[in-house]
């Protein structure tokens, strides 16, 4: 089957979304591809994320607040883009150890934002 005509332009409009996503991640936060994705509109492309962010042709882009869902660096300790990413993010203020962001819990799903139970109150 051939391309839709307009697929280059559904596929710039979610780089768009998902470069502005990443941008509207604060200073000193952080969050995982698929988090990014689903800010973007995009659930379940958590790889189209790190698709576009691995090009690496955007200017100004906090690439580097962008992690693995369980708050690893993605890139291979012993890289120059590892140290790059834990240098960064340290700048920031968050707290890298062994390659892991430690201290910040992931943004919630929309799931569990829903459906999870109440958080626990104290004793009365």
Known sequence: MPPKPNA???ADAA?????????AIPAGEV?????????????????????????????????????????????????DGFDEQVQRLRAEGVRVEAGRVRGQRAAPT?????WAPPPARGKR
């Open 31 to 79: 969050a995982g591809y698929g988090e990014v994705a689903r800010r973007a509109g995009l659930p379940g492309r958590a790889r189209l994320v790190a698709r576009i962010l691995s090009a690496g042709d955007e200017p100004g882009l906090p690439w580097h607040r962008v992690l693995r869902s369980d708050g690893r660096i993605a890139f291979p300790a012993d890289s």
């Open 8 to 10: 280059p332009a559904a």
């Open 15 to 23: 780089r768009q979304r998902i470069l502005a996503a990443v941008r």
């Open 110 to 114: 929309l799931d569990e934002m829903l």
